[in-house]
């Protein structure tokens, strides 16, 4: 019997370690002892990450390494938006500090939140890095395919929507007020 290889479309159950270039681990699915599932080709993770599942085997294990531009993007130094407090809840405005990471949305995209960075803030504004936290940075992934699931064999309503890997970062859930 031949061995299922990933091919764009599978639902695929993987777990990984992530690190930056120096090893040290930011994230980890077996630290939360459980794989993540995703629809190969739905652009549900980073598309390096993805590509390196294309190809791979049940059970097979694989090692990349992830220059900026095929991870979380080049750092846009014109990336920042400074946002009247008044848009946000008083309790979130009260606790935020530089460095704290909160998902914001966009008015056009308002359930697609991205993290921004608090870099500055001031009296009546809160200045932000909109930036990935990893934006910039060279990642590497070990990866583990733990099973496949070929295109078709369930509907994508089955499919549950899975986050791409977080950051060992602050965040704070911050609504905007419309």
Avoid: C, W
Wanted: glycine share 8%; no cysteine; net charge negative.
């Amino acid at each position: 019997m031949d061995s299922k290889k990933v091919k764009v479309g599978d639902k695929v159950s993987v777990h990984y370690v992530a690190t930056f270039d120096d090893g040290e681990q930011f994230d980890s699915s077996y630290d939360r002892d459980t794989a993540i599932d995703i629809v190969v080709g739905q652009g549900m993770l980073i598309q390096g990450f993805e590509n390196a599942l294309t190809g791979m085997e049940e059970g097979e294990k694989k090692k990349i390494h992830l220059e900026a531009e095929h991870a979380y993007g080049p750092h846009d130094p014109n990336a920042i938006a400074e946002l009247p407090k008044d848009k946000f809840p008083a309790e979130l405005v009260e606790n935020i500090e530089e460095g704290h990471v909160i998902p914001l949305s966009h008015a056009e995209h308002p359930g697609k939140p991205f993290p921004a960075t608090a870099t500055e803030v001031k009296e009546s504004t809160i200045v932000f890095d909109l930036n990935h936290p990893l934006a910039g940075k060279s990642v590497n992934f070990a990866i583990e395919v733990m099973g496949i699931t070929p295109e078709g064999m369930e509907s994508q309503d089955e499919v549950a929507e899975t986050p791409a890997p977080k950051t060992k970062t602050t965040k704070k859930k911050a609504k905007t007020k419309e």
